[in-house]
């Protein structure tokens, strides 16, 4: 009140003097001020629960006093394991019953795998800040150590997804690729069991850093092989639209540089309209202050393969997404989404 008198500027300069005097005590205090308890929702897998436990702790890195509670909920996708996700409707199977909660304020957050969330979000919800990226390729865990190339004429490879199946029977039109279901456990016990007669089994490299097993590797996938799927190796965190006071706590586990790269290839994603019953690649990398996104359609046999790229400014991420999309569309990519969207229904 005293500067408020003396000065026309007075109220600012106490506003930034009490900030750089009690600043953090008081950023930590208002989240508790807001919010008693924060509820992340999260799948009961290993891998889901690693993902919302490491939210936890950073978030406990900056706000010691906040009280978290995780929440674990049952997906239809974590129900339906004996059939391909295409077949049954998607990468939407495993976040619904999550955004149901979150829509019903039965949590405050949810934590997903980047790679799992559509294109299109239920109204009401958006993505927060995005965290730092893990390692976003694909690996090959083979038995014996055996590298891609080198693999038996006509090797058994275990994946549910289109997109790895396509790239790899493009590299190798010989292979045979397996439906295979299930977190990342059940998955290499399918490949150590000889009844299943796999030879190899395709995953995200993020998942299996991120549980330890990084030994378990035979070779990481390069891009010229394998692109990743949009968004692989990211965290997503799903928030209410209209929750300012959510959305401020998490800002500080943003990382800028993966939530444009991630923006630029949701962006391709949306474009084309892109599902677990499309094969639909897409990543993208910062490199001073541009983006550079790489995108693939391609037909489920790996016949047909479309792929390019494109680069522009890093804040027009989304732009340069769409971009890329609309240039594999001119190229012919579109008749393959076409005939792919009339198979699926």
């Not at 950023?27 to 508790?32: D, K, T, V």
């Not at 049954?88 to 980047?114: C, N, Q, T, W």
């Not at 690649?281 to 047909?304: F, K, M, P, Q, W």
Request: glycine letters at 8%; one cysteine or more; a positive charge.
């Amino acid at each position: 009140c005293q500067q408020g008198g003396r000065r026309p500027d007075g109220f600012q300069v106490g506003r930034v003097l009490l900030q750089r005097v009690f600043g953090n005590q008081l950023f930590e205090l208002r989240p508790l001020i807001m919010k008693s308890v924060f509820r992340i929702g999260t799948r009961k897998s290993a891998l889901a629960l690693w993902q919302a436990n490491w939210v936890q702790s950073e978030l406990l890195k900056h706000f010691p006093s906040l009280s978290i509670q995780l929440v674990t909920i049952t997906t239809k996708g974590d129900k339906i394991r004996d059939v391909p996700l295409a077949d049954v409707g998607g990468k939407g199977l495993f976040v619904k019953e999550i955004e149901e909660a979150l829509l019903e304020d039965r949590i405050d957050l949810a934590v997903h795998s980047m790679k799992d969330m559509p294109a299109d979000l239920p109204q009401g919800l958006c993505i927060g800040p995005i965290p730092a990226r893990e390692n976003p390729a694909d690996v090959l865990i083979s038995k014996k150590d055996t590298p891609f190339e080198r693999l038996a004429l006509s090797a058994r490879i275990g994946t549910s997804s289109l997109r790895r199946a396509a790239q790899l029977r493009c590299a190798r039109p010989d292979i045979e690729i397996v439906a295979l279901r299930g977190n990342v456990d059940t998955r290499l016990r399918k490949l150590d069991d000889p009844t299943e007669k796999l030879d190899a089994i395709v995953l995200a490299a993020a998942g299996i850093r991120r549980l330890g097993l990084a030994h378990r590797v035979t070779e990481h996938l390069h891009e010229t092989l394998m692109l990743p799927a949009a968004g692989q190796g990211a965290l997503c965190i799903e928030i209410r639209q209209d929750d300012r006071a959510v959305a401020e706590v998490l800002d500080v586990l943003n990382h800028a540089p993966t939530r444009l790269a991630v923006l630029g290839e949701r962006s391709f994603l949306h474009r084309l309209e892109g599902s677990c019953q499309v094969p639909i690649a897409a990543h993208g990398t910062i490199t001073g202050d541009r983006l550079n996104l790489e995108g693939l359609v391609a037909d489920v046999d790996g016949r047909s393969v479309y792929r390019d790229h494109h680069s522009g400014p890093a804040h027009t991420a989304e732009a340069v997404g769409r971009e890329l999309a609309e240039r594999l569309l001119a190229r012919g990519a579109g008749k393959v989404l076409e005939k792919l969207t009339a198979y699926g229904k």
